[in-house]
């Protein structure tokens, strides 16, 4: 065994919330150890947002419990304490200015995550928090029912009155995220319910998607049914790959499609490619289109109505004659044109790896978290923090929300709990 040494708070992962965290209790007077397993800190905070980081969604609390699953009332304590207008101030104070976008999403004003990131690093070396890189934690030390301290990989122990677990979920796990932290928790007697990769491209059958792939279409209308029953909607840009589907609108109905997949229901996701003009002005344009087009094949009046590159495969798939004239289409084939355009079906057969999921659904039972401190019920003195815990959300600056606010909540109790 190495040299012991002591410190108030243990944070295990420097991602977005352990940074958060780390940062706060130390400027809550606490003496801080941040110990993370990689070589560098926050290697997904970098690539959030491709690159630009979106920190928050200036949205008011009830679109976050919109927003947020599975129960997204456990976060109103955290909010309540640590919200957007915060995030905004916190960061404008490390002098890191923000924008907002469409769909009132944040960015840092220079669109560089890595200002994001090296902010956050000054603030905490500048708070006195020692930071440890290459120091994964192997197992969390307990002492008469308590958080005592960690075991690293390397065999060293530090020893604290309270810990802070921010090792993040398992998605991307490049970035260092790879589930440890599910471990480390169980292991102090924890439930975990069970990680399942969210915000994720989505695999079909058929040769559609493939033919299509690398055409990114905007202002669609996607639905998604699940053993024919309409789950859900979104209306956005999606993007069609080698394997399947992606893009926003596709991400953001990942969720359910995921969980319907998994319990072996038939999930399909049924295509708008015209949600602006509902069947009877659809129809009254086809037949004027037909009509100005009556010499012209199919293929070209449907250039009218759809990019270049999705009218061959389009045709194929509805099982139109491309190179008829237009003026031989009679009623039932302009019938079958309209619905083949109000009701393009993609039959899912499964879905991306933990590779490709933005986040991670499922983790730390949030019945056995104290939503006002997010100290656990089952082992005192650990706290949470990020996308450990049994909580996900919708694209847009939710995700990095939640890692602000539990980071705050988890570093104030944290340090609040030595201090007691
Ligand atoms: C491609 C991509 C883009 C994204 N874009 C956005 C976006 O723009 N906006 C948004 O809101 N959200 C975005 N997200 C989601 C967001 O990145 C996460 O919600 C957030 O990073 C979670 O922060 P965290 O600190 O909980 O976990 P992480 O950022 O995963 O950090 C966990 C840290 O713990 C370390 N660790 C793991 N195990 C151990 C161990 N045993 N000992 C010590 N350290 C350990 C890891 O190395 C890692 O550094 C994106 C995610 C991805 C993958």
Redesign the pocket.
């Known amino acids: 065994m190495l040299e012991q040494e002591k410190y108030d708070v243990i944070v295990?992962?420097?991602?977005?919330?352990?940074?958060?965290a780390a940062g706060t209790a130390a400027e809550n007077g606490a003496r801080v150890l941040l110990?993370?397993?990689?070589p560098r800190?926050?290697?997904?905070?970098l690539?959030?947002?491709?690159g630009?980081?979106?920190?928050?969604?200036n949205s008011d609390i009830s679109e976050y419990l919109r927003q947020i699953y599975p129960l997204p009332k456990f976060c109103r304590p955290m909010f309540n304490r640590f919200f957007v207008s915060d995030t905004l101030s916190f960061f404008h104070r490390l002098g890191l200015m923000t924008l907002e976008e469409r769909g009132r999403?944040v960015?840092p004003q220079s669109q560089r995550?890595m200002d994001v990131l090296n902010a956050l690093l000054n603030w905490n070396t500048e708070g006195g928090v020692e930071i440890r890189y290459e120091?994964?934690?192997?197992e969390i030390l307990l002492e008469e029912g308590r958080f005592s301290g960690?075991r690293?990989?390397g065999e060293q122990r530090y020893h604290a009155a309270a810990g802070i677990l921010?090792?993040?979920?398992r998605?991307?796990p490049a970035?260092?995220?790879?589930?440890?932290?599910y471990r480390?928790a169980e292991e102090c007697g924890h439930s975990i319910r069970k990680p399942f990769p969210a915000?994720v491209p989505l695999e079909c059958y058929g040769k559609l998607a493939p033919a299509l792939q690398g055409l990114s279409l905007k202002n669609v209308r996607i639905e998604l049914w699940v053993d024919g029953k309409r789950q859900g909607s979104r209306f956005g840009e999606m993007l069609f790959t080698h394997f399947g589907l992606s893009g926003p609108i596709i991400l953001d109905l990942s969720r359910e499609a995921v969980e319907a997949l998994e319990q072996k229901r038939k999930a399909e996701i049924r295509l708008d490619c015209k949600p602006a003009l509902d069947n009877t002005a659809l129809d009254a344009r086809l037949i004027r289109e037909l009509g100005l087009h009556g010499k012209s094949k199919l293929k070209t009046m449907l250039k009218t109505l759809l990019p270049l590159s999705m009218i061959l495969p389009f045709c194929r798939e509805a099982g139109l004659d491309a190179e008829k004239f237009c003026s031989r289409i009679n009623a039932e084939e302009r019938r079958h044109i309209l619905d083949s355009l109000k009701d393009l079906r993609f039959e899912l057969s499964g879905f991306r790896g933990w590779n490709e999921?933005?986040?991670t659904a499922g983790g730390i039972e949030l019945k056995e978290v104290n939503p006002s401190t997010l100290e656990s019920k089952v082992l005192p003195g650990l706290f949470f923090?990020?996308?450990?815990m049994d909580l996900?959300?919708a694209?847009?600056?939710?995700?990095?929300?939640?890692?602000w606010s539990?980071?705050f909540v988890a570093g104030r109790s944290a340090a609040a709990a030595v201090k007691s």
């Not at 630009?52 to 969604?57: A, E, G, L, S, V």
């Open positions: 295990m992962g420097a991602g977005a919330a352990g940074l958060m110990l993370e397993s990689m800190p926050g290697r997904k905070l690539i959030t947002g491709k630009r980081c979106n920190i928050t969604n999403r960015f995550s120091e994964a934690v192997q960690v690293t990989r921010a090792c993040g979920g998605s991307y970035t260092g995220s790879s589930g440890d932290g480390l915000l999921a933005i986040i923090a990020g996308e450990i996900d959300a694209t847009g600056g939710f995700n990095l929300q939640i890692a539990s980071g």
